[in-house]
T-cell receptor, first 114, second 113 residues
Framework: ETGVTQTPRHLVMGMTNKKSLKCEQH?????MYWYKQSAKKPLELMFV???????ENNSVPSRFSPECPNSSHLFLHLHTLQPEDSALYLC?????????????FGPGTRLTVT | GQNIDQPTEMTATEGAIVQINCTYQ??????LFWYQQHAGEAPTFLSY????GLEEKGRFSSFLSRSKGYSYLLLKELQMKDSASYLC??????????????FGTGTRLLVSP
């Protein structure tokens, strides 16, 4: 248990569906991250939020839309996804951006797009 | 840009020692990290090196040579529970100035009895 929770743990959705992934951290951290982990590929940074403001958007397609309503919660809204978007989506948090080396990861959401 | 290389898979025997290597190329190096990830679980932080040399933490040690762009993770007295993926990650400055982690593909370690 790392103090970062993600729901759902597994999600299967069609290409026309709209769904949302949720992340919550109970560590009092100010920075939160979304990563994508595909088979045999490195973890890819998608979005970074610091104090609820987005500070990095790593050239992610617009069918992925992040939302950070407060420093404890992070969402990833999904719509019109493609089969190649099937992957493990990991959320992480760190105390702040200056100490980004120690990121705490959630268990991830395994997404399958059919 | 960033290029991080580590072996895809390694096998070892319980009680043995294994060394997992990582080489990197970066224009803005500011630290190297190792994470452990068991199948279906979150990556967990193992070690951090920013200066050259060896950092020891129990059965795990991590080494860094900045001039060679090289690091290794050393696992001693291997246990079955050490079977996992080991991710090498380099911290570099991102597009907007903040420092982000760039990960390698990970090394899957299989420990056998």
């Amino acid at each position: 248990e790392t103090g970062v929770t993600q729901t759902p743990r597994h999600l299967v959705m069609g290409m026309t569906n709209k769904k949302s992934l949720k992340c919550e951290q109970h560590l009092g951290h100010n920075a939160m991250y979304w990563y994508k982990q595909s088979a045999k590929k490195p973890l890819e940074l998608m979005f970074v939020y610091s104090l609820e403001e987005r500070v990095e958007n790593n050239s992610v397609p617009s069918r992925f839309s992040p939302e950070c309503p407060n420093s404890s919660h992070l969402f990833l809204h999904l719509h019109t996804l493609q089969p190649e978007d099937s992957a493990l989506y990991l959320c992480a948090s760190s105390q702040d951006l200056a100490t980004a080396y120690e990121q705490y990861f959630g268990p991830g959401t395994r997404l399958t797009v059919t | 840009g960033q290029n991080i290389d580590q072996p895809t898979e390694m096998t070892a025997t319980e009680g043995a020692i294994v060394q997992i290597n990582c080489t990197y190329q970066t224009s803005g190096f500011n630290g190297l990290f190792w994470y452990q990830q068991h199948a279906g679980e979150a990556p967990t932080f193992l070690s951090y090196n920013v200066l050259d040399g060896l950092e020891e933490k129990g059965r795990f040690s991590s080494f860094l040579s900045r001039s060679k762009g090289y690091s290794y993770l050393l696992l001693k007295e291997l246990q079955m529970k050490d079977s996992a993926s080991y991710l090498c990650a380099v911290r570099e400055r991102g597009n907007t100035g903040f420092q982000k982690l760039v990960f390698g593909t990970g090394t899957r370690l299989l420990v056998s009895p």
